[in-house]
């Protein structure tokens, strides 16, 4: 039995969609301080100004917001599937996302996946403005950011590292894994920088190729 240790993200990657995204957006008092893809490049911005700025401008209730996220957070294909197969194989998986646990549990509960391990940062709602708190505010000698690469340090991974990602977030930790799955903006990238990596379009691909 091969050991392994999945690292899966979670906005864009479990998720058909970005969530945390489409919540800043839906939910903005200005849309103006929505930070656009790309624009974290462009603008220079880490990723925690980004998520600041972005949940100081939601004023919705939490119960308003959850009520939305559950009618339009869709799991990619074959989840389900790739976390039978790490269960039955003996492997870890964890979801290490930059999103919130209060955006994310509720869409595990209602798929029946609490028993997952998941890292993630948190924000508190607020009237006036989603407050943000981050596990990690350490800059990594890598990438200068406080970013997942840290993170997955610490758990201190067992055989081989696995990661599966799509985006910004996710670029320096995937420098960390033996082998990656990336799709969109995180294959992109990874293609731009000659970096080894499997595309895939569902878990499907990645349990497939997990086979083999």
Same mark, same amino acid.
């Given at each position: ?5 999945l690292?899966?993200?979670?906005? %864009? ?10 919540v800043a957006?839906q ?16 603008? &220079? ?7 600041? &700025? ?5 004023r919705?209730?939490?119960d308003?917001?959850i009520?939305w996220?559950l009618? $339009?957070a ?7 599937e790739?976390v039978a197969q790490?269960?039955?194989?003996? =492997?870890?998986l ?7 646990r209060?955006?994310i549990?509720?869409v595990?509960e209602r798929?029946g996946?609490t028993?997952?391990?998941?890292? *993630? $940062?948190?924000?508190t709602?607020?009237p006036? %403005? =989603?407050i943000?708190?981050?596990?990690d505010?350490?800059l990594?000698? +890598? ?5 997942k690469?840290?993170?997955l ?11 599966? %990602?799509?985006?910004?977030s996710?670029?320096c930790?995937?420098?960390a894994?033996?082998?990656?799955f990336? &799709?969109?903006?995180?294959?992109d990238?990874l293609?731009?920088?000659r970096t ?9 691909? +990645?349990a497939? *190729?997990?086979?083999?």
């Open positions: 039995m091969t050991e392994r240790t690292i899966v993200d979670y906005d %864009g990657t479990i998720t058909e969609d970005d969530v945390l995204d489409r957006v939910f903005a008092h200005d849309p103006q301080r929505v930070v656009v893809d790309g624009s974290i490049d462009e603008q &220079r911005l880490t990723l925690h100004e980004v998520l600041r &700025r972005e949940y100081a401008e939601v919705a209730a939490r308003e917001v009520a996220v009618g $339009n869709r799991v990619r294909a074959g989840f389900h790739l790490a269960r039955h194989e003996g =492997w870890s964890v979801i290490l996302s930059s999103g919130f209060t955006l549990e509720p595990l798929e996946l028993e997952l391990t998941l890292i *993630a $940062n948190d924000v709602p607020q006036d %403005g =989603w943000v708190s981050f596990l505010e350490s990594c000698p +890598v990438c200068g950011e406080a970013c690469r840290r993170t340090a610490a758990l201190e991974p067992l055989g081989e590292v696995i990661y599966i %990602g799509d985006g910004y996710d670029r930790a995937a420098g894994a033996d082998r990656v990336a &799709r969109s903006g995180l294959a990238y293609a731009a920088q080894p990596f499997e595309p895939f379009g569902t878990f499907h691909d +990645v497939v *190729a997990l086979r083999t």
